[in-house]
C-alpha cells in the first residue's frame, strides 16, 4: 500500500495475522528506477529494514517487489528465523527493450533464494496492461504478465500460475521436516560473515 510518513511516501505492505490482528509493517527497501520502473520519483527507501513476523501458522518475511532481487533481503529474513518468504510484485514486459522477457530470470532469481536458504517462498505478480506517463513527457506500456509461483526450499516449483491468467495457488509445506533438513546441511552453521566485507 502508499503510505504516508511526515513528508516521505513508502511502498509499504501490513502484515495481518488469521486472527486479523496487525502484526505490523514493512517499507520497502530497495527502490528502482529504470524504464517503467521509476519509483525513485515518489518513493522513499524503507527505513524498517527487513523483518519477520511471527503468525499463527509460520514465521513470515516478506519483501515487496525489486527486493526480491537481492539476495542480501532473503538471506536478512532468513537469518531472523523466517520459515516462508512472501514477495508481493508487480514486474512485466521492459519499455526499453520488447525483445526482453524477465519471466524465466525472476523466476530463477526466486528459486535460488529458496534454495540457497533452504526456504519456501511464495510470490505473487499482477497481470494486466498499464499505460505509464513518464516525467520527461514521454510514454509506454508495461504487461504484467502474472506466473504467480510457490517454490519449496530447494527451490523446486511446488504451484505456478500459467502467463496472464488470474487464479489461485495453494501449496503445503512442512515445516518441521524443512528445519530439520536446513539443520543438517549446515548452511547457516557455516557461515563467514567475517570474510563477506
Given at each position: 500500500f502508499f503510505e504516508k510518513c511526515g513528508n516521505s511516501y513508502f511502498n509499504s505492505v501490513a502484515v495481518i495475522d488469521a486472527t486479523g490482528e496487525k502484526l505490523g509493517v514493512y517499507r520497502?527497501?530497495?527502490?528502482?528506477?529504470?524504464?517503467?520502473?521509476?519509483?525513485?520519483?515518489?518513493?522513499?527507501?524503507?527505513?524498517?529494514?527487513?523483518?519477520?513476523?511471527?503468525?499463527?501458522f509460520a514465521k513470515i518475511g516478506v519483501g515487496i517487489c525489486w527486493d526480491q532481487w537481492f539476495p542480501e533481503?532473503?538471506?536478512?529474513?532468513?537469518?531472523?528465523?523466517?520459515?516462508?518468504?512472501?514477495?508481493?510484485?508487480a514486474i512485466g514486459s521492459e519499455p526499453h527493450?520488447?525483445?526482453?522477457?524477465?519471466k524465466k530470470h525472476w523466476q530463477r532469481v526466486i528459486q535460488g533464494h529458496a534454495a540457497a536458504n533452504m526456504i519456501?517462498?511464495?510470490?505473487?505478480?499482477?497481470?494486466?496492461?498499464?499505460?505509464?506517463?513518464?516525467?520527461?513527457?514521454?510514454?509506454?506500456?508495461?504487461?504484467?504478465?502474472?506466473?504467480?509461483?510457490?517454490?519449496?526450499?530447494?527451490?523446486?516449483?511446488?504451484?505456478e500460475e500459467k502467463e496472464g491468467c488470474q487464479c489461485m495457488l495453494a501449496s503445503t509445506f512442512d515445516l518441521?521436516?524443512?528445519?530439520?533438513?536446513?539443520?543438517?546441511?549446515g548452511l547457516y552453521r557455516d557461515r563467514r560473515p567475517d570474510l563477506y566485507k
Open positions: 520497502k527497501s530497495h527502490i528502482p528506477m529504470g524504464p517503467g520502473y521509476e519509483e525513485k520519483y515518489y518513493f522513499t527507501p524503507g527505513n524498517t529494514g527487513f523483518k519477520v513476523f511471527e503468525t499463527k533481503a532473503a538471506r536478512c529474513m532468513a537469518l531472523q528465523g523466517a520459515e516462508i518468504l512472501f514477495y508481493p510484485t527493450d520488447p525483445l526482453l522477457h524477465s519456501p517462498i511464495v510470490v505473487s505478480n499482477r497481470i494486466g496492461k498499464e499505460k505509464v506517463e513518464h516525467f520527461n513527457g514521454g510514454t509506454s506500456e508495461i504487461d504484467f504478465y502474472g506466473c504467480s509461483f510457490m517454490c519449496d526450499e530447494t527451490g523446486e516449483f511446488k504451484v518441521d521436516a524443512i528445519a530439520k533438513q536446513r539443520a543438517a546441511w
